[in-house]
């Protein structure tokens, strides 16, 4: 009973344990506030990454397969899937005015099927909230400019006559928001003024032949429908979206009459139309791999039943994006190593504070031997003083980082306005927020790590504290 | 009418050295004493003749070279570590020259501490009340009534001395062990601990004293002195 007297009592008068909770506190919510940041970022991309690319991607090369639609359509009828596209995948640039960009991903894309495999709608970045337009997304998602006839399928803009009098599909593209850079605000926020919506850009794309070479350059003049945030930055940045069909066309991938190299006549005959990629969503509950497995397994039996498609795999979006997934984990690991290292200044602060206690109580040590406290008595009376202030520092620091990560944002928000300085920089990292992400069980593990140092602190204080000798102790000055 | 005494504490060939650098200090040179219950034993010896080791060895807070400490017939070095623990609780009480009370405890709460020890957070509730009535009438009973919440540095050394003496015999112990107890206190003062040293005394407490001054070693049954690291007188 007298071991929680006098602690209370030294807590209440010191200030001493004041520095040492304060400094247990400090490490503490700094390892979270790490650990949350770098794990939120580890989610952050892990959930973007998925969005982006869907659960499974089957893929043959550049130059892609034939049969897509019948195979997407027979994996759409396995159980352990939900939806599967296929998607045309090129490369370009776009011109906006006299302002030329290389765009390193253009994808040909129906909307209305993609979105069933990947939340697309909700990447359209312009929508009723921040436009004073109706519709924009649901027209956008048809290809269709805002002011467009909703009746006229083709679009106004979009349905132009070509040279040989063919009308060719609505003709929109959705670059990624940052394609065309340096549009936001201090606050990330892009003006309605600034919107690209019904702005005229010429995309031209490299088409490649079946057997790997290449075509002449195919440009066309598209009309800008709506624009792509997904938040992850790399793809806002080089991503731009074109209906499936034309950009088929334009890679060459089309069913196009099949022409003797030779003579560069038609031989009688078309080529099978080719795609890309196709992206398929397991099914809800079913797990990625139990998922991939079947996908492998259907498309391989497909491909046996169709000699003309070969060089078909399949990878997950963990796959996709293993090494960079792997590079961010091992970087958190790295980081929270690095910080629970610079935490050890706590413990050695707890173990410095604990001993100029010790020293400053010699005598009381002696006084309470000679009253009968035991030497384990003496001990555990820094012990519990240790454990005391961990617990506190423990749960100071745990609302502390919490509060703090909760309010990244804010904060940084807060920065700017006062001194116009911005601690995340949406160009650097990959997303344009700080991910506010707090994983509840790895701080309730940093908390207990928070105690135990504190513990172990004051063990070695402790253990000299039970081994002072008494007599020497009461002489102590 | 025959009186019956008991020897409560006794010393066989106690020996204690000490170093002092490359120096061997031989402070306690084979020191026989037997105190009987009851009984005020003055020990008295110049500074530095071990008189306060003597003291530490008999309630058990130092240990002899050689020779033994026996309470109650029990060699109190043969006692586990809990046991002597104990020993230095619940069967002598330490008055210091120097009062040695906690500064961050009340006046109470430095007669309590010491009954409070041996008892758990669980086990302390079920005797709370009467020990601390016990320590509020000890306390009255020495003066200080009025300053049962008053921390030690708004004591008088005297009123110090009489919460020490408080935490003393706060677990009722056979014996009281005072070093000097009146060393640091006006002669006044000293006086007036020394009368209630004596009320214990009358009232049955046996108490060992060691002083380094004749007068006050006086106001006990019988004086001792130590020279040359023996008993003699």
Known sequence: MYKVLLISKYLRRKLAPLFAAVAVTICTAMVIIVISVMGGFLQTMRDAARRGTGDITIEAGWTGFPHYAELAQTLEQLPEVHAATPVIVGAGMVKLGDHVQVAPVVLGVDPADLNKVLPFQSTLYWGEENMSLPQVRQRAMQWQLPWDDPADADGSQASEANGNGKTTPPRGIMPGIEVYPKRRDKGGQYASWQSLIGARMNLTVVPVTQAGGMLEPETRELVVVNEIKSGLYDVDKSHIFVPFDLLQEMMGMGADEVIDPETGEPVGGRHEPRASRILVRAAPGVDLETAHEAVRKATARFAANHPDMTGLYTYTWEDQHRDLLNAVRNEKGLITVLFTIISVVAVVMVATIFYMIVLEKTRDIGVLRAIGASRMGIANIFLGYGLVIGLLGAILGTALGVTFVYNLNELQDLLDAWFGWRMWSAETYYFDEIPEHVDYAEAALIAFGAVVSSLAGALIPAALAAQLDPVESLRYE | ?233
């Open chain 2, 1 to 233: 009418m025959t009186t019956t005494t008991t020897t409560i504490l006794r010393t066989t060939s106690l020996h204690k050295h000490y170093r002092l650098g490359d120096q061997d200090l031989h402070v306690l040179r084979g020191v026989d004493l037997a105190v009987e219950a009851g009984e005020w034993v003055a020990i008295l010896g110049a500074s530095g003749s071990g008189k306060s080791t003597l003291l530490h060895l008999l309630g058990g807070l130092d240990r002899p070279d050689a020779g033994q400490v026996r309470f109650n017939g029990d060699n109190i070095f043969s006692l586990g570590g809990s046991r002597i623990d104990q020993y230095r609780n619940r069967y002598v009480g330490f008055v210091f020259q120097f009062y040695h009370l906690l500064p961050e405890l009340t006046a109470l709460e430095n007669v309590l501490i010491s009954a409070m020890m041996g008892r758990s957070v669980f086990g302390w509730p079920g005797v709370r009340k009467s020990v601390r009535q016990r320590a509020v009438q000890l306390l009255t009973q020495m003066g200080l009534g009025e300053r049962l919440r008053h921390r030690p540095n708004k004591l008088s050394g005297g009123e110090r001395q009489r919460v020490a003496i408080a935490r003393a015999l706060i677990n009722e112990p056979r014996v009281l062990l005072a070093d000097e107890p009146t060393g640091n206190l006006d002669a006044d003062t000293g006086r007036q601990i020394l009368a209630l040293l004596a009320d214990l005394h009358k009232a049955g407490q046996t108490i060992v004293m060691v002083t380094h001054d004749q007068r006050i070693a006086d106001y006990a049954d019988r004086c001792l002195t130590l020279e040359r690291g023996k008993l003699v007188g």
